[in-house]
Nanobody, 129 residues
Framework: QVQLVESGGGLVQPGASLRLSCEFS????????LGWFRQASSQETDHVTD?????????????YYGNSVVGRFTISKDNAKNLIYLKMISLKPEDTAVYYC?????????????????WGQGTQVTVAS
């Protein structure tokens, strides 16, 4: 089992920066990744969408990003502190979502939420003026 605890969410203005943290504990997976998904709800349809944000290999050597955040978000890992970070800059209202820390025990390059084995409780990020 892997335990994931997120922190760092909040309300920020468009263009601002924010850093999320995720403390992980439990098992480690040499072929796995740690990362972030975000879940947003449509006000028009109430439809909830899970979107891949970023991931980093357990050894920290490889990173992966969703198309909508490339160039603005950076994922990093501190092995000594058992933490991963998501640094977000130039935030936009469409970045508003609940951000979940996730882990996959054997990463195949998938961007589908159902392929990630472990999820944290989530932290809300709201971008509004």
């Amino acid at each position: 089992q892997v335990q994931l605890v997120e922190s760092g969410g909040g309300l920020v203005q468009p263009g601002a920066s924010l850093r999320l943290s995720c403390e992980f504990s439990g098992r480690t997976f040499s072929d796995g990744v740690l990362g972030w998904f975000r879940q947003a709800s449509s006000q028009e349809t109430d439809h909830v969408t899970d979107t891949f944000v970023a991931a980093i290999s357990w050894n920290g050597a490889s990173t992966y990003y969703g198309n909508s955040v490339v160039g603005r978000f950076t994922i990093s890992k501190d092995n000594a502190k058992n933490l991963i970070y998501l640094k977000m800059i130039s935030l936009k209202p469409e970045d508003t979502a609940v951000y979940y820390c996730v882990a996959d025990s054997s990463y195949t390059g998938s961007y589908f939420a159902s392929d990630f084995d472990y999820w944290g409780q989530g932290t809300q990020v709201t971008v509004a003026s």
